[in-house]
Structures are given as C-alpha cells and as structure tokens.
C-alpha cells in the first residue's frame, strides 16, 4: 500500500468533530433542553433572557457529559447491539479514554457554570442527575435488573424540575409533576422499543423486561404504564401546569396512546412478525410526539398566562 493509501485510511479513521458531538447523544439532549426550557418558563418569576440562555445552555451540557460517560462505561454492550454499534466508541473513531475525559470535564463544567450562572441548588441538583444516569442507572441498575428503566428513567425526568429550581431557586409541586410526566412515559416508549429491536438486548446481556419475564409480560406491562400515566397526564390538567389547550392535548393523545398499548397488548406471538413489528415502532413513534406535545402544551398555557390567557384564569 503506497504513502497515500495509508495517510487516507487513516484520515478515514481519525475522528472528527461530529464524532465527538455524537458522544453528547445530540436527539437525548434535544429532549433534555426542551423540557429544561418548559420547567424554567413554567416558573412564575421572570428571569433574565441571558441568565436563561445560560442555564439551558449549560443543562445541556451536563446532559451531553452524561451521554458521554455512558457510551464510555457501555462500550462493551453498544458494539453488540445493532441499534448501537455504530457509535463512536464501537466503531473506533474515538478511544475510551477520550469519551471518559470529556464526560467528566464537561460534567465538571456544566455543574460550576450553572451554579455561577443561576443558584448553587441549581447546580447541585445538575451533579445530581448527571450521578443518577451515569452511577446509579448506567453502572448500576442497567445491567442488574429489569427494573433499570423505571428507576433510571427519573435521571431523563429531572431536566424540567433544574430548569425550575434554576429560575427560582427552589422547589414547588409543579415541576415534580413535569418530573413524574417523564417517569411514568418512560418505560411504555422503551419497552416498544425493545419489542421491535427483537434480539438486541439478549445478544447484549442486558436485562430488560423482554429478556427476563419475555414478550407478553412486557406487552402487559405496557399496558398497565400507559394507563396510569394517561391518569396521571390528564389529571395534570387540573394543576398549575395545566389549563384548557393542555386539557385538550392531553386527552386526545392519551386516547391515541391507549390505544396504541391495547393493541400490542392484544397481539400474540402467532401473529406474523411483520404486523407485530409494526405495531410496536408505531407506538414507539407515537411515544417520541406524546411527550413533545404534552410539554409543548404546558409551554404554551405558561407563555398565555401573563396575558390572562393561560391555566384557569
């Protein structure tokens, strides 16, 4: 091989910038910064745009650390699993210890930066959650139990309750029920997404709840997830979150998802594979809008409200 060909393949090997943003989970993130957003807009204090650009910004950064460290301690795994096996570290644009440092110095970083840009509990509660998802689901529960995504999931449903606590420095029931909004959806839209992925999970040795109790007690447990948190999600309404536009958002799309689980539940393992397959990405997908749409309606009443438009008057 001449010079050329080498210098070549390894220009192809080296990783680039989008390699090192992919550590950061880019589609996590966006999910972590939009419900951010809503809990910090949601508060009823005005806060300054800048001061608000930055807790985002650095929310962000702190869910972005959290990605990396993940993809660091689950290498091993993510090169298993079709779904993730072409991440940077499996495909080996970027070394272990490069995903470790940066997680840590952009954890480092994200902590101090909103602290000084906001409150310390804003952010000591960041250093909290970036613990949970990385110690405490990701090293912890993941690979113990098929309980890792109910108990790990509230590391994904903390983000609205630090945009909170960033804009007001303290704690009230309402982002606690944004919290509870992300924990209880988190199991059904990941549980979907085990059904459809079929093998990965065995081939990884990973404990979900379709490896160890199997298919039709997930289907069943979806079930029962969505129906409590259709209960919870419509009852929202009532709070200060809520008013007539998320009234209206939240039972049309609870009916949708519902509905949605009462169909993967009724299916069976007789029925052809592909049917089957659609059903569950269909409510997979169903899952991402849900929630998108059910903060986006808390967006909205909050942005109402100062003109007597939003909540219940």
């Known amino acids: 091989m001449s010079d050329a060909s080498i210098n070549a393949s390894l220009r192809e ?147 609205p309750v630090i945009g909170w606590i960033a804009a007001t420095g303290s704690m009230a029931v309402e982002p606690w029920l944004m919290f509870a909004l992300t924990f209880l959806w988190t199991p059904p839209h990941f549980w979907a997404l085990a059904l459809f992925m079929r093998s990965d999970y065995d081939d990884a040795g990973v404990p979900m709840l379709t490896v160890t109790h199997g298919r039709k007690a997930t289907r069943a447990h979806i079930l029962v997830y969505t129906v409590i948190l259709a209960v919870f999600a419509v009852g929202a309404a009532f709070s200060g979150i809520g008013g007539p536009i998320y009234l209206a958002v939240a039972a049309v799309l609870n009916l949708l998802f519902i509905r949605g689980a009462y169909r993967i539940w009724r299916r069976d393992e007789a029925d052809s594979e592909a049917d089957n397959f659609a059903v569950e990405r269909g409510f997979f997908k169903l899952s991402l809008l849900y929630l998108f749409l059910h903060f986006g309606a808390v967006l909205v009443e909050a942005l109402l409200k100062p003109y007597g438009l939003g909540g219940w008057g």
Not at 65 to 91: E, F, H
């Open 13 to 159: 090997d080296e990783a680039e910038f989008g390699d090192y943003f992919a550590l950061l989970k880019p589609r996590v993130m966006s999910l972590v910064v939009f419900t951010a957003l809503v809990g910090l807009i949601a508060a009823p204090v005005s806060i300054h745009p800048m001061v608000g650009f930055c807790a985002i910004l650095f929310i962000a950064i702190g869910g972005g650390a959290s990605g990396a460290l993940n993809m660091w301690w689950d290498a091993d795994i993510d090169q298993v699993m079709k779904r993730t096996k072409s991440r940077p570290i499996p495909a080996g644009k970027v070394e272990p210890g490069e995903a470790l440092n940066l997680g840590l110095a952009l954890s480092g970083l994200s902590v101090v930066m909103l602290a000084l840009a906001t409150n310390i509990f804003a952010g000591a509660f960041l250093a909290f959650t970036i613990f949970f998802y990385v110690v405490v689901y990701t090293m912890w529960l993941k690979r113990l139990t098929p309980q890792n995504i109910v108990i790990g999931g509230a590391a994904g449903a903390f983000p």
